[in-house]
């Protein structure tokens, strides 16, 4: 058994918010279907609520966290686990970290995070994107970014541009009185698995996110007005009706199968400048 973990004030500066509920990270855990010779990157650790649950179901853990007074709280709580190289602590920026020099490959770890909040859109850009992506992603993020992933009936540029890498669930609301101190708001587990970059069936992410930024660049505007920057009206109206796309239609209408569609017959017609 671990000794307790020692307890550090939250610094506001680095949207430090600690699980106090033990059940927070086996509900974590659970979601990343976490087992024995995993690779798991954790962000942000702060004293470890998260890394023992990780630590205990046998994986190997890497750790990013930027605040020395955690760093010294998890060398001294992990020491045996640090000895024996089941976890490695990282003492960097998570925005400033190359996974290849981590010893990271593509699809053979999986993230599990309890992360700050302002860096939730970062963070999901960033291995989603990655050439070097995980397996698995599990996030604890603000529950109205988990909805606006999953539940929303409309789609976003934020749903689409995961929904385009992997699965999304959206696995548990967690109150705010989970953590230390007390956010303004509730959060929500979201867990995305079977991640890859199939999906896109052979068009380049520069080139679909350029298209899709462009469709949701004017909410106001139909769709096949905020694309007439990209192509002109005719090629697009043929276009839409060959997809059975009416020209009424919103970029936050369309769910992700169409969307990959209506970007192939764009690049037959045109090329996105860069």
């Not at 020692?6 to 990343?32: C, E, H, V, W, Y």
């Not at 769709?223 to 920057?229: M, S």
Request: net charge positive.
């Amino acid at each position: 058994m671990h000794e307790n973990l020692t307890k550090i004030d939250a610094k506001k500066s680095l949207g430090q918010n600690f699980l106090n509920n033990a059940g927070i990270p086996r509900a974590m855990a659970d979601a990343g279907e976490v087992m024995e010779a995993d690779i798991v990157l954790e962000i942000g650790p702060g004293t470890g609520a998260l890394t023992r649950e990780l630590l205990e179901r046998g994986a190997k853990v890497v750790a990013i966290e930027t605040d020395h007074r955690a760093i010294e709280a998890l060398n001294t709580t992990f020491f045996a686990e640090i000895t024996a190289k089941k976890l490695v602590i990282v003492d960097r920026d998570i925005r400033e970290v190359d996974l290849e020099a981590l010893g990271l490959r593509p699809r053979a770890y999986k993230i599990i995070a309890n992360i700050p909040y302002y860096l939730s859109g970062f963070l999901f850009r960033f291995f989603l994107e990655h050439n070097i992506q995980p397996a698995t992603l599990v996030f604890l993020v603000q529950k109205e970014v988990a909805v606006r992933i999953v539940r929303d009936k409309k789609e976003s540029l934020l749903s689409l541009s995961v929904k385009v890498f992997g699965e999304p669930k959206y696995v548990k609301t967690v109150g705010r009185g989970n953590f230390t101190p007390q956010p303004k708001i509730d959060s929500a587990i979201i867990a995305i698995s079977d991640i890859s970059k199939d999906r896109l069936e052979g068009i380049t992410q520069e080139d679909f996110f350029a298209i899709l930024h462009e469709g949701f660049k004017s909410k106001r505007k139909q769709l096949i007005g905020n694309l007439l920057i990209i192509l002109d009206r005719g090629s697009l109206i043929h276009i839409f009706s060959t997809l059975n796309i009416s020209l009424k239609v919103r970029g936050e209408d369309l769910a992700l199968p169409i969307w990959i569609n209506l970007c192939k017959k764009i690049l037959e017609k045109t090329k996105i400048p860069r």
